[in-house]
């Protein structure tokens, strides 16, 4: 099996990604799914945990890098679990300034200078990666490129990584995800269909 299907696998099994096409679940855009996504989930999970952290390791380890950062919050946990396993400083990256103190929006280690890996949990149209990237460009970063646990695979995503000239890379994605679905029985062959179809028009499907 390969990776990105190793981790659809896991994350099928800790039920952080989640498959409903009778019932679709409405996100905070209103955009109907069938398919809800939350990684955070599987921290609480040691073994599917460690099947993630280890197919991080495997692609960052081909990587020429100074710091991992992870995004805030859902990434900062990764970003932990990946610079423990492979010695190296971490940092993590808020949303915003802190509107207070030193008004920091970087906490840990100096990008400066430095060529930085940017940890997300999840990609769906690239807005806050992109963000967390003008973050550390803007505090002296090299080179950034962002690394990522899933990816919906919207076509969105390519675009906004591409306008902003951003390097991506994620160790799962849509595809391999609904292959494994398919293969482990979450979905029958008709409900697969129709969840490839989502994907390919997400802000109209279902309305």
């Known amino acids: 099996m390969s990776r990105a299907k190793d981790i659809a696998k896991s994350l099928l099994g800790t039920e952080a990604v989640r498959l409903n096409v009778k019932e679709p679940f409405t996100f905070v855009s209103g955009i109907?799914?069938?398919?809800?996504?939350?990684?955070?989930?599987?921290?609480?999970?040691?073994?599917?945990?460690?099947?993630?952290?280890?197919?991080?390791?495997?692609?960052?380890?081909?990587?020429d890098f100074d710091i991992v950062a992870g995004t805030a919050?859902?990434?900062?946990?990764?970003?932990?679990?990946?610079a423990q396993e492979m010695n190296v400083p971490m940092a993590y990256i808020r949303g915003e300034k802190k509107a207070h103190g030193a008004g920091r929006q970087i906490e840990g280690a100096d990008f400066a200078g430095k060529k930085v890996i940017i940890i997300e949990d999840l990609i769906s149209t690239g807005g806050s990666s992109i963000k967390a990237v003008a973050a550390a460009r803007e505090a002296g970063a090299t080179e950034v490129e962002v690394l990522a646990i899933?990816?919906?695979e919207f076509d969105?995503?390519?675009?906004?990584?591409?306008?902003?000239?951003?390097?991506w890379t994620t160790i799962s994605?849509?595809?391999?995800?609904?292959?494994?679905?398919?293969?482990?029985?979450?979905l029958d062959s008709a409900e697969a269909e129709i969840a490839l179809k989502w994907n390919k028009t997400p802000d109209t499907w279902g309305r």
């Open 32 to 63: 109907k799914s069938p398919i809800y996504c939350d990684n955070r989930k599987m921290i609480g999970f040691p073994k599917e945990r460690q099947v993630v952290v280890d197919a991080f390791v495997e692609v960052l380890k081909e990587k």
């Open 156 to 167: 969105k995503a390519y675009k906004n990584f591409s306008e902003d000239n951003i390097l």
């Open 73 to 82: 919050t859902a990434g900062i946990p990764w970003a932990a679990f990946i």
């Open 173 to 186: 994605n849509f595809a391999s995800l609904i292959e494994v679905a398919t293969e482990e029985k979450y």
């Open 150 to 152: 899933f990816s919906y």
